[in-house]
Each structure stands twice: as structure tokens, then as C-alpha cells.
């Protein structure tokens, strides 16, 4: 599955609370039978229902994640090995989980996880982090991919948050990690995709709100205006 996504981008099909879209998995198949229309060659998506409805119409290596809160009360990317395996059920491919210091402080907790969802579940994990060293950390647990999906959203990289990808932080991950890195996080053109591909390294890119987010392209064009 992983090698199938190389050079490709893969569509992050989520809704957000007080969003047209939130509320009815169906609004995210249909967003996925666009990502595959335009050639997508995965899909991320979060929960167990908006997985279990993609996964109805659309054959696409799919990357669940499942926003929960966890043991503090903070919501972050499937927190527990539960949290994983309804996305299993449901027929995701790949399990995404928050790999961040400031979230999983605890490696034992990590290895557990991704060491659980690889034998109990057969599946591959991907590493949501925000820096060098957490994806160095991540591969070393057990991670099969890392990704830089969080970059810049946690308190130690939100002052190095740049203003489009993170090419310099994808770079250097892959300079120092043998897994697959995946870039995620402010791909707003095409060329950034390129650029992340073709210079960076980057195994493949995830793209969200620029695609699935269609209140927020307008608001570009009416800023710019």
C-alpha cells in the first residue's frame, strides 16, 4: 500500500463543526469520488463512518484518523489503540496518530500503540510530527511512514510555522529517516506538491483545505481582492 502511493498526492476528505460538509459521511464519499475523478491515489479521513462510507464507493488506499479526546481531555489524532481499531473495522488502510513530544511524551505509550495496531491489526502506521527529531524518534518506535502534518501547530514549532509547506523541514526529515515521508500540512498550489516531490524527497503530499474546503479558496480570492 505505501509503495503504491509514491509520487501521488493523497486528499484529505474532512468536515469541521459549523461547516456545510460536517455532519453526513455522505458529503465526504462524494468529496472522495471527486479526489478519485481528478486522480487522487488516497484519501485521508477522519472517523469511523466518514471511512466506512468512503470506503463504499471509492477504492483507494484510505489513511484513517479519529480525533478524539484523549486521557487529559485534548483532542488529538486517535489517541488509543480503541480509536484505531474502529477505523480498522471500518476498512481503513493506514492508522495516523499524533507522534508529537507534546502529546505523546511517553515512547513506551507510542511503541505500545503502533506495536498494537501492527499486530493486532495488520496495519501500517503513519506518524503525525512537527519536527526533525519526532520523526527521527517516530521511525525509531516502530512508524512506518512519518508525516509533517503537525508542523508548526505545537508550541515548540508554532514560531517556525511557515507561511506555505515546510520544504526545509521535509528535506532535512528525509535526509535522516529511512521511512517514507509524507508532506501534509498549508499545500496550497501545485507546485508546491512538485516541489515537495521532485526536490524535497517527499514519498508523496497530502492536500486538505485547498481541495475539500471551498469556503476557504474563496475567502483567498475575496482577500486578494
Not at 484529505?12 to 468529496?31: E, I, K, L, N, V
Not at 500503540?113 to 491489526?121: F, P
Not at 514560531?159 to 535526509?175: A, H, N, Q, Y
Amino acid at each position: 500500500m505505501i509503495a503504491s502511493l509514491k509520487n501521488k498526492i493523497i486528499v484529505s476528505c474532512q468536515a469541521w463543526p459549523g461547516t456545510p460538509f460536517y455532519g453526513d459521511p455522505r458529503f465526504m464519499r462524494a468529496m472522495a469520488e471527486s479526489a478519485l475523478l481528478g486522480g487522487a491515489r488516497g484519501i485521508r479521513a477522519n472517523g469511523a463512518d466518514d471511512v466506512r462510507e468512503i470506503k463504499t464507493t471509492v477504492n483507494l488506499p484510505l489513511i484513517g484518523i479519529n480525533k478524539l479526546p484523549d486521557r487529559r481531555g485534548v483532542r488529538i489524532i486517535t489517541p488509543d489503540f480503541e480509536s484505531a481499531r474502529v477505523l480498522a473495522e471500518a476498512g481503513a488502510d493506514m492508522i495516523a496518530v499524533d507522534a508529537t513530544v507534546e502529546n505523546r511524551a511517553d515512547e513506551a505509550e507510542l511503541r505500545q500503540l503502533i506495536a498494537e495496531i501492527h499486530n493486532r491489526l495488520a496495519l501500517p502506521v503513519m506518524a503525525d510530527i512537527s519536527n526533525v527529531e519526532e520523526a527521527v524518534r517516530a521511525e525509531r518506535l516502530g512508524a512506518d511512514v512519518v508525516a509533517t502534518t503537525m508542523a508548526g501547530y505545537t508550541p515548540y514549532t508554532e514560531k517556525e510555522k511557515t507561511k506555505g509547506p515546510d520544504f526545509e523541514l521535509i528535506s532535512r526529515i528525509v535526509s535522516r529517516v529511512k521511512v517514507p515521508v509524507i508532506g501534509e500540512g498549508r499545500f496550497a498550489l501545485p507546485s508546491d506538491a512538485h516541489e515537495a516531490i521532485a526536490v524535497c524527497g517527499a514519498h508523496s503530499v497530502v492536500v486538505g483545505t485547498s481541495i475539500t474546503a471551498p469556503w476557504e479558496v474563496t475567502a483567498r480570492f475575496v482577500r486578494a481582492i
